[in-house]
């Protein structure tokens, strides 16, 4: 499993970032996919996760109505668009697999939004 997630950087406080996450050495289309974060400091926290077909998703309180998950399974790829960013943003997102086999994480991409 190979998850690599790119999109990251520096963005003022409002702004909009979308971040990719590139999904190869699974049957991508059989599951859900999720995004996490970890701020400095703190443990890693759930973000998001979008069902196998894209048909649902779910999200953290502290998201809800700004960040909207996403995902192609033609091109095996999961997105996350982040709109209306605030500092508490701030943190290393990492995309997420978790299946029967195990729990899988990119390497993760930093975003920092400043104010």
């Known amino acids: 499993v190979q998850l690599q997630a790119c999109g990251g950087g520096l963005v003022q406080a409002g702004g909009s970032l979308r971040l990719s996450c590139a999904a190869s050495?699974?049957?991508?289309?059989?599951?859900?996919m999720g995004w996490f974060r970890q701020a400095s400091g703190k443990e890693r926290e759930f973000v998001a996760t979008?069902?196998?077909?894209?048909?649902?998703?779910y999200y953290a309180d502290s998201v809800n109505g700004r960040f909207t998950i996403s995902r192609d399974n033609a091109k095996r790829m999961v997105y996350l668009q982040m709109r209306a960013l605030i500092p508490e943003d701030t943190a290393v997102y990492y995309c997420?697999?978790?299946?029967?086999?195990?729990?899988?994480w990119g390497q993760g991409t930093l975003v920092t939004v400043s104010s």
């Open positions: 979008v069902t196998w077909s894209g048909s649902s998703t």
């Open positions: 997420n697999l978790r299946n029967r086999y195990g729990n899988y």
């Open positions: 050495g699974f049957a991508f289309g059989d599951y859900g």
